[in-house]
């Protein structure tokens, strides 16, 4: 069974610049999640979606970041524009059970 | 206040030796109790999965929660250096999928 799938697995970007990240959940998982990891810190939550619908986003900085989950499956979290502090790494995964969640491997992003 | 506190180490142990990490938890209505892995440039993935109070053995791995002191920990026994990683604690709440993570905990397991 494919595990979750994210892309790009870096980015350097300049700041001021947009970037996309994209996650492809393991099948049949309902919810979706979003976090971000900053060096030696553990994972934070951004956004958690229950099939299509963003069910928390309560820690997403609207006024740069969004996301969205197209048919209940693929999703996509967009920076723009991007600023040197959100260099970190961006991790999406997935569960069907509450607690068991599944992550990728992580979007690096390095924003100069 | 954090709802979840982990001691971020390092932590370099020699093969074989006991590992024990730990972790702290402010809200006594969490109820769910886990423990994730992470290697270096990898995701997160889960170890051990735990309810209630008490102790949880998968091998060489222990799982212990005391709900009354609100601590959580992790034994690790005859470690191998490919236990080498960052061990992550997370707490969840009934009837919420959010999960709290610990700051995580750098073992080293010297050969």
């Known amino acids: 069974e494919a595990g979750v799938v994210q892309s790009p697995r870096y980015k350097i970007i300049e700041k001021k610049q947009p970037v996309a990240f994209w996650c492809n959940p393991i099948?049949?998982?309902?919810?979706l999640y979003w976090y971000l990891q900053n060096l030696g810190q553990g994972p934070e939550l951004l956004i958690r979606?229950?099939?299509?619908?963003?069910?928390?986003d309560s820690q997403l900085p609207k006024d740069r970041f969004s996301a969205e989950r197209l048919k209940g499956v693929d999703s996509t979290l967009k920076i723009q524009p991007a600023e040197l502090g959100d260099s970190a790494v961006y991790l999406c995964?997935?569960?069907?059970?509450?607690?068991?969640?599944?992550f990728g491997e992580g979007s690096r992003l390095t924003v100069l | 206040q954090k709802e979840v506190e982990q001691d971020p180490g390092p932590l370099s142990v020699p093969e074989g030796a006991i590992v024990s990490l730990n972790c702290t938890y402010s809200?006594?209505?969490?109820?769910?109790f886990m423990w994730y892995r992470q290697y270096s440039r990898k995701g997160p993935e889960l170890l051990m999965y735990?309810?209630?109070?008490g102790n949880k053995e998968d091998g060489r791995f222990t799982a212990q929660v005391d709900k009354s002191s609100k601590y959580i920990s992790l034994f690790i026994r005859d470690s191998q250096p490919s236990d080498s990683a960052t061990y992550l604690c997370?707490?969840?709440?009934?009837?919420?999928?959010?999960?709290?993570f610990g700051t995580g905990t750098r073992l080293t397991v010297i050969p």
């Open positions: 995964a997935s569960s069907l059970t509450a607690g068991e969640l599944f």
């Open positions: 099948s049949g998982h309902n919810t």
């Open positions: 979606y229950e099939n299509e619908e963003a069910v928390d």
């Open positions: 809200n006594s209505a969490f109820q769910y």
């Open positions: 735990t309810y209630s109070s």
């Open positions: 997370a707490i969840q709440g009934a009837g919420a999928n959010n999960l709290f």
